[in-house]
């Protein structure tokens, strides 16, 4: 299987790590590409022609996802490729479910409060999963599983 990562120019470490461990543990090919979207998938219609279908992990809740369908092609001025979205209709708690039921492994910063992931620079720990133990002014932050309004999902992001 051929996975192609848009790695971010201000990445967390923990997802690089993360990115690494499962291209070996799932035993995968990988081009990663940083930059532009849009350009990285104009070069990998360029290396890969054949190539005619990417799946996504999207979901109805994401950023310009509400409007899509199981099987859309790329918007007009993009390369074309169908993007298949299997997880469109998941809800946060779906894939938290699904995850943890079949103990697959994810990001530690899951595990750290973080609920969606982005730059460095913009992406902070959810607010809803903060909290104080007894006898403390140290903040702390419950795993992301644990958010209960699946609509705060990017609440650490800005």
């Known amino acids: 299987m051929l996975a192609v990562y848009f790695r971010n120019s201000a990445s967390f470490d923990e997802v690089e790590l993360f990115i690494k461990e499962s291209k070996s543990r799932y035993d995968f090919d990988m081009i ?31 950023p310009f996802a509400a409007d899509l369908s199981m ?36 990001c530690c910063l899951y595990d750290r409060g973080y609920t969606s992931l982005g730059s460095i620079h913009s992406t902070v720990p959810n607010p809803h999963l903060a909290y104080k133990e007894e006898n403390s002014q140290q903040l702390l932050y419950r795993p992301a599983y644990l958010l209960e309004d699946g609509l705060r999902e ?4 800005n």
């Open 71 to 106: 099987f859309t092609m790329t918007d007009k001025g993009w390369p074309s490729f169908w993007r298949v979205n299997p997880l469109l209709d998941w809800s946060y708690s779906d894939v938290w479910l699904f995850l943890r039921s079949l103990d697959i492994p994810y």
């Open 32 to 62: 990663s590409w940083s930059g532009r979207t849009i350009d990285g998938l104009e070069q990998l219609k360029k290396s890969h022609p054949h190539i005619e279908a990417i799946f996504m992990g999207t979901r109805r809740t994401d």
């Open 154 to 157: 990017r609440d650490g992001r």
